[in-house]
T-cell receptor, first 112, second 111 residues
Framework: DGGITQSPKYLFRKEGQNVTLSCEQNLNHDAMYWYRQDPGQGLRLIYYSQIVNDFQKGDIAEGYSVSREKKESFPLTVTSAQKNPTAFYLC???????????FGPGTRLLVL | SQQGEEDPQALSIQEGENATMNCSYKTSINNLQWYRQNSGRGLVHLILIRSNEREKHSGRLRVTLDTSKKSSSLLITASRAADTASYFCATVRAAGNKLTFGGGTRVLVKP
């Protein structure tokens, strides 16, 4: 069953804590993306990766970090430097940079 | 900054009616894509239309693209309650390598 998965569905962060959101795909896609969505808003690009061991900052990368050690995995770390992390985080993948993106179900991050 | 801007921001219609939403963008594009998002869920791809195409259909969906006006429209015919969702346009710039999303149109289809 091919697809893209994200975990956890809900994540709670304490002040000063780093948290990591998981994103895995078995679609054999080269490109992967992380977006942030605030209530009633569109998606804003945080980071993207076009190939293993390479990634680029998107429009709102400050306070976030990523790695791409495997083709299937693109975890996102929300660091303590991100002062307003409460949002819905969406991961996506695509065959290449300009084609259709396939989205995971999202992770909702809340601050305690 | 947002490349695509949807209009209207919200739309309420009766089941069976057609729903039309528009997307305007600012720079030359490689392609334009429409996505649907049900509340609290991930996005689902609907249609991709390339810069050299003018119209595409998929089931009850019809997308047009006017590159001279830098605009696109999505028409949902014979709407159903299950069409209730937010609809987003997203563009890939002509020399670009990423999607840029608009703010979306929230569609409510009343039974």
């Amino acid at each position: 069953d091919g697809g893209i998965t994200q975990s956890p569905k809900y994540l709670f962060r304490k002040e000063g804590q780093n948290v990591t959101l998981s994103c895995e795909q078995n679609l054999n896609h080269d490109a992967m993306y992380w977006y942030r969505q605030d209530p009633g808003q569109g998606l804003r690009l945080i980071y993207y990766s076009q190939i293993v061991n390479d990634f680029q900052k998107g429009d709102i990368a400050e306070g976030y970090s990523v790695s791409r050690e495997k083709k299937e995995s693109f975890p996102l770390t929300v660091t303590s430097a991100q002062k307003n992390p409460t949002a819905f985080y969406l991961c996506a993948s695509s065959l290449d940079r300009v084609e259709t993106q396939y989205f995971g179900p999202g992770t909702r991050l809340l601050v305690l | 900054s947002q490349q695509g801007e949807e209009d209207p921001q919200a739309l309420s219609i009766q089941e069976g009616e057609n729903a039309t939403m528009n997307c305007s963008y600012k720079t030359s594009i490689n392609n334009l894509q429409w996505y649907r998002q049900n509340s609290g869920r991930g996005l689902v791809h609907l249609i991709l239309i390339r810069s050299n195409e003018r119209e595409k259909h998929s089931g009850r969906l019809r997308v047009t693209l006017d590159t001279s006006k830098k605009s696109s429209s999505l028409l949902i015919t014979a709407s159903r309650a299950a069409d209730t969702a937010s609809y987003f346009c997203a563009t890939v710039r002509a020399a670009g390598n990423k999607l840029t999303f608009g703010g979306g149109t929230r569609v409510l289809v009343k039974p």
